[in-house]
């Protein structure tokens, strides 16, 4: 009997020893939780035993218990790893489409050759379907789905309408608009260049030149003329004769007091380009007008291949200066807006502490893709360990309950962020050591009862 209780207490301790061996194997696994083993004395009694002489049958190992504590989170560089603080699981499945959900705290996650975010074994991330507004239309795991990031978002849209702002330097030297060429800066006061998009979505430079005209031109020295170019080409303005009148309010009749001399004019042609007249009053306020209407050049394809909105490939384009100012400081270009987009490409992936996923093109537009799927159980111990620092769920542990991060009893996400495993190695060496005493002393045990019976045979 002795040497059973012994050979119990030996297999205890070797239970003891593999349960904190692998603890230790583990500390820099990230979302590995702490195991402990328990056990239980063996105890035998029958009707005709008594219970007061009886003695126990040794050491059984009741369970090997794990330990769902909080680990520390350490930071990232990757958008895409996740540490929960607080209560649930990762939900993740083996195959698209399947039921056959895992789950996990090891949030270390990434885009595999299909763009579906995945874990490092390449299960597939659950998350809830979502609106364009970001909220779940649904939390369950029946409807629970992995997420895909596309790598392009929109439609390109051209550029209709163009708005200018800046300011026009009253003590610039003033020159002869008839001889504008914009390959000689000694032509021009001022320029500015903006991106503008064909309906392809591809992209195209806009600039434009100011000249101040000379005492006398455009009947006042507060005007200005803007010549506009794409692509280093001359566009067309609209209006009678190819040149477009600015007036203050689109009859000629100035709305505030002008210098002498401002009244409607006209732009002049410079060597096959057209020019729009800007009017400032005698306090250098921008005096509105009607916005000009340009027409460019085909953008895009040629020939045969012109694609754009007009038969001829050419887009107009309306510009319109947004309170201009002509004050004695240097040329500064305060607003220079379009309304034109091209496709975006992904250029960011957030995730929120309530775990919406959003992405971020280069065109400016954001999604919102899909919310991360959280589980919480009755029974966290009761989960079977399936590898790879996941679990399923059994009877023991009851069904997954599924919810949002940051709601009711789920914790937040920390987005670039990883939960390390809650193992503490002092305490693990220490308790190495314990289960090794105990291991010495229950052979020590075994080794007595070996010299008793010796003992005994010895007898004559």
């Given at each position: 009997?002795s040497?059973?209780?012994?050979?119990?207490?030996?297999?205890?301790?070797?239970?003891d020893?593999?349960?904190?061996?692998n603890?230790?194997?583990?500390?820099?696994?990230?979302?590995?939780?702490?195991?402990?083993?328990?056990?239980?004395?063996v105890?035998?009694?029958?009707?005709?035993?008594n219970?007061?002489?009886?003695?126990?049958?040794?050491?059984?190992?009741?369970?090997?218990?794990?330990?769902?504590?909080?680990?520390?989170?350490?930071l990232?560089?990757?958008?895409?790893?996740?540490?929960?603080?607080?209560g649930?699981?990762?939900?993740?499945s083996?195959d698209?489409?399947?039921?056959?959900?895992?789950?996990?705290?090891?949030?270390?996650f990434?885009?595999?050759s299909?763009?579906?975010?995945?874990?490092?074994?390449?299960?597939?991330?659950?998350?809830?379907?979502?609106?364009?507004?970001?909220?779940?239309t649904?939390?369950?795991?029946?409807?629970?789905?992995?997420?895909?990031?596309?790598?392009?978002?929109?439609?390109?849209?051209k550029?209709?309408?163009?708005?200018?702002?800046?300011?026009?330097?009253?003590?610039?030297?003033?020159?002869?608009?008839?001889?504008?060429?914009?390959?000689?800066?000694?032509?021009y006061?001022?320029?500015?260049?903006?991106?503008?998009?064909?309906s392809?979505?591809?992209?195209?430079i806009?600039?434009t030149y100011?000249?101040?005209?000379?005492?006398?031109?455009?009947?006042g020295?507060?005007?200005?003329?803007?010549?506009?170019?794409?692509?280093?080409?001359?566009?067309?303005l609209?209006?009678?004769?190819?040149?477009?009148?600015?007036?203050?309010d689109?009859?000629?009749s100035?709305?505030?007091?002008?210098v002498?001399?401002?009244?409607?004019?006209?732009?002049?042609?410079?060597?096959?380009?057209?020019?729009?007249?800007?009017?400032?009053?005698?306090?250098?306020?921008?005096?509105?007008?009607?916005?000009?209407?340009?027409?460019?050049?085909p953008?895009?394809?040629?020939g045969?291949?012109?694609?754009?909105?007009?038969a001829?490939?050419?887009?107009?384009l309306?510009?319109?200066?947004?309170?201009?100012t002509?004050?004695?400081d240097?040329f500064?270009?305060?607003?220079?807006?379009?309304?034109?987009?091209?496709?975006?490409r992904?250029?960011?992936?957030?995730?929120?502490?309530?775990?919406?996923?959003?992405?971020?093109?280069?065109?400016?537009?954001?999604?919102?893709?899909?919310?991360?799927?959280?589980?919480?159980?009755?029974?966290?111990?009761?989960?079977?360990?399936?590898?790879?620092?996941?679990?399923?769920?059994?009877?023991?542990?009851?069904?997954?309950?599924?919810?949002?991060?940051?709601?009711?009893?789920?914790?937040?996400?920390?987005s670039s962020?990883?939960?390390?495993?809650?193992?503490?190695?002092?305490?693990?060496?220490v308790?190495?050591?314990?289960?090794?005493?105990?291991?010495?002393?229950?052979?020590?045990?075994?080794?007595?009862?070996?010299?008793?019976?010796?003992?005994?045979?010895?007898?004559?």
């Open positions: 009997m040497f059973n209780i012994a050979l119990s207490g030996i297999a205890a301790a070797q239970k020893l593999n349960t904190t061996a603890n230790i194997a583990n500390a820099n696994t990230i979302g590995f939780k702490e195991s402990r083993a328990e056990f239980a004395d105890y035998a009694n029958s009707i005709f035993s219970a007061k002489t009886a003695v126990g049958g040794g050491v059984a190992t009741s369970q090997v218990a794990q330990q769902f504590h909080q680990g520390s989170l350490q990232t560089n990757n958008s895409l790893d996740m540490a929960i603080k607080g649930g699981f990762f939900v993740t083996s698209l489409g399947t039921a056959d959900h895992a789950f996990t705290r090891a949030g270390a990434k885009v595999d299909n763009n579906y975010m995945v874990d490092s074994a390449g299960n597939y991330l659950q998350t809830f379907p979502v609106d364009k507004d970001g909220n779940s649904s939390v369950s795991l029946t409807t629970a789905k992995p997420v895909q990031i596309p790598d392009t978002a929109g439609s390109p849209v550029t209709e309408n163009v708005t200018l702002q800046m300011n026009l330097d009253a003590k610039a030297a003033a020159l002869d608009p008839a001889a504008f060429d914009p390959a000689d800066p000694k032509t006061n001022n320029v500015t260049s903006m991106t503008i998009y064909d392809l979505g591809e992209s195209h806009m600039t100011f000249v101040k005209p000379k005492d006398g031109a455009y009947n020295e507060n005007n200005w003329v803007a010549y506009y170019a794409v692509d280093n080409k001359p566009v067309n609209s209006g009678p004769a190819g040149k477009y009148d600015v007036d203050a689109g009859d000629g100035p709305d505030v007091p002008l002498s001399g401002g009244g409607g004019v006209s732009a002049q042609t410079a060597a096959g380009w057209t020019g729009a007249v800007l009017k400032f009053n005698s306090v250098g306020a921008y005096i509105e007008s009607n916005p000009a209407v340009i027409t460019t050049e953008l895009g394809n040629t045969a291949n012109v694609i754009g909105p007009g001829d490939g050419t887009q107009s309306t510009v319109k200066f947004n309170a201009p002509q004050y004695a240097p500064s270009a305060t607003e220079l807006k379009q309304d034109g987009t091209t496709v975006g992904l250029t960011n992936v957030e995730i929120g502490t309530d775990g919406l996923i959003t992405a971020s093109y280069s065109n400016g537009s954001t999604v919102n893709l899909a919310r991360v799927a959280l589980v919480r159980f009755a029974n966290e111990q009761g989960l079977t360990q399936v590898g790879n620092t996941s679990w399923k769920a059994s009877l023991a542990s009851g069904p997954a309950l599924a919810g949002e991060a940051n709601s009711g009893t789920f914790g937040g996400i920390s962020a990883l939960e390390q495993s809650n193992i503490d190695l002092t305490t693990e060496l308790d190495l050591i314990s289960a090794q005493r105990n291991f010495q002393a229950n052979s020590r045990t075994l080794e007595v009862n070996n010299t008793l019976q010796q003992t005994i045979l010895q007898i004559r």
